[in-house]
């Protein structure tokens, strides 16, 4: 018997509806936080990027941390109080902002403290899922709530532009407050009990559960290539975060209309994949599906270091990796993500994606954000571009080379194996 459509699950509905309003909010606060230090606190370079190091730092200190407590305790919880505590702490910005107190301290302080809720709601939220929907359905379920991401891509970026043009920039960040509000209440009114943790059988300090947890990364066959090309594709993906707008308009000299539609177009091609992501999953099997758009996005991504000549050909040729390569590559995050939920056992889970979180944002990606800007000053943007595609194919080759080609499902490679 067909299990009926997760838009029928009204608790998973709630879990959807809260989370795409607070992906929204998040685009649209990406965009304006940088504007309130530039445009309403006139922050320099250095500024700007001891923004990214505050929260870079968050993610860091607090990843692991916020794993072992996620094994420990009831996940909803976390979830919700994560969500009500950022909304607190984005509120602050425009109130400071009337009061006329508002300083680049308190911005670097909101960014430190919103990454570290935002590590413990990301090493929560994967772990809790499963909970309510069953391990059976997490793919249906993630390709859907990547559904909400891809939403937030399209929309967010030019409603955070109209927000600030025609009102302010912490009004933006209000918006982003509320959305947070909107996703704790969305999770309160989830009627489903979460099943209570397992009890420990021995006090055992929180440092030795995070040990435990680095350590069932390192020994797994799959999780630990799996984490290592996420180390390695970070730090070169890095060079995109740091490079790719200056690239499209100081190389290619797109204007901003057109840099807007190649941004753009990576989230309708990411809409478009979390639509085919379980059936193409369920066509090749979860470890290929994963495997083989992750090659298929490499492959179109040559285009962008490549792209040169009239600019409508320099646009094409960057709108395609955009467009097509977004959507593969949503369907391998969707492959990924439930795989994870699939083979690592509950009691480990919110471990598990503490430190693929922490290795990936906390360290891979400024280390890779630094090496970019003096990298680029040697080589230039294009070569910039150029040797950050290179680093994300070749990690590839540690998908290639472990267990993943033969996993069709998460179940055909238990813990026993690991």
């Known amino acids: 018997m067909i299990a009926p459509s997760l838009w029928r699950h009204a608790d998973f509905l709630k879990l959807w509806a809260g989370q795409t309003v607070s992906e929204l909010g998040s685009v649209v606060t990406r965009t304006a936080v ?64 009337v009061f006329g107190v508002l300083s680049m301290v308190q911005l670097y302080v909101v960014a430190f403290f919103e990454a570290c809720l935002g ?16 391990v059976e359905r997490v793919v249906e379920g993630n390709a859907k709530l990547a559904t909400s991401g891809s939403i937030a891509e399209i929309g967010g970026p030019g409603l955070a532009g109209a927000m600030v043009q025609f009102f302010s920039a912490p009004f933006a960040i209000l918006v982003d407050a509320i959305s947070f ?5 969305s999770l309160q009114l989830i009627k489903a009990p979460e099943p209570a943790r397992p009890p420990r059988t021995e006090a055992s300090p929180i440092r030795g559960e995070i040990v435990e947890g680095l350590q069932l990364v390192r020994r797994h066959r799959v999780l630990f290539p799996m984490a290592l090309r996420s180390v390695i594709a970070h730090v070169a993906g890095s060079f995109y975060g740091v490079l790719y707008t200056l690239y499209l308009i100081q190389e290619l000299h797109l204007n901003p209309l057109l840099l ?27 470890g ?16 962008t270091p490549l792209a040169q000549g009239p600019v409508f050909l320099a646009t094409l040729m960057v709108f395609i ?7 593969l590559q949503t369907v391998e995050s969707v492959a ?40 680029a000053g040697v080589v230039g943007l294009r070569g910039g571009i150029a040797i950050g595609w290179a680093g994300m194919a070749l990690s ?23």
């Open 321 to 327: 990796p955009q467009l097509i390569g977004d959507g």
């Open 288 to 303: 290929p599906a994963l495997i083989w758009t992750a090659i298929g996005a490499s492959i179109l991504g040559i285009l």
């Open 34 to 97: 940088p504007l309130v230090a530039l445009l309403l606190l006139q922050a320099g370079p250095f500024q700007m990027a001891l923004l990214v190091v505050a929260a870079s730092l968050g993610v860091l200190l607090v990843g692991l941390i916020a794993g072992a407590w996620v094994d420990r305790l009831r996940r909803r919880p976390l979830l919700i109080w994560a969500d009500a505590i950022r909304a607190v702490l984005l509120l602050s910005i425009p109130i400071a902002q």
């Open 260 to 286: 807007g539609i190649v941004v753009s177009a990576g989230g309708v091609g990411s809409l478009i994949g979390s639509l085919f992501a379980q059936r193409v999953i369920n066509r090749l099997g979860i």
């Open 181 to 185: 509000a909107v996703s704790a209440i």
């Open 396 to 418: 590839l080759v540690l998908l290639v080379l472990s267990p993943l080609p033969r996993i069709r499902k998460a179940s055909d490679y238990t813990a026993t194996e690991a």
């Open 336 to 375: 990924e993500i439930s795989l994870i939920q699939g083979m690592v056992p509950d009691r480990a889970l919110g471990r598990v994606n503490a430190t693929l979180e922490t290795f990936s944002h906390g360290i891979a990606y400024p280390i890779g954000a630094l090496a970019a800007a003096g990298i």
């Open 119 to 134: 590590s413990l709601f990301d090493a929560a939220y994967p772990a809790y899922v499963p909970s309510l929907i069953g």
